[in-house]
């Protein structure tokens, strides 16, 4: 089943892991661990650029609430830092292969 529906494929780059890894200490992740989320978001859209400045900030601080790590430590919630810590891959084919 093909659904409606566009996405943003997120995945944490190094920086994103070793600010992740300065406040857990005693649980190690590694780059190479870490994993992409997708987000699903409308097809209606042109621009992928747009399309990130719409959503990065709700994508954010998902990304960092996940981590458990305190707000008081999070860093500045902004585009530049979230462009920093994550990869971002707009698309528009989102197919349910379970679904029939």
Do not use: A
Request: hydrophobic share 40%.
């Amino acid at each position: 089943m093909i659904l409606d529906r566009g996405f943003i494929l997120v995945e944490p780059q190094p920086d994103f892991i070793k600010w992740v890894e300065k406040h857990v200490k005693d649980t190690p992740v590694g780059f190479e661990d870490s994993e992409p989320s997708i987000y699903l978001i409308s097809d209606d859209f042109l621009d992928d650029e747009l399309v990130i400045k719409q959503n990065y900030m709700e994508i954010f601080l998902y990304e960092l609430e996940s981590t458990g790590i305190d707000e008081e430590y999070w860093p500045e919630i902004n585009l530049d830092n979230f462009n920093c810590y994550f990869k971002t891959t707009v698309g528009v084919s989102v197919v349910d292969l379970k679904q029939k």
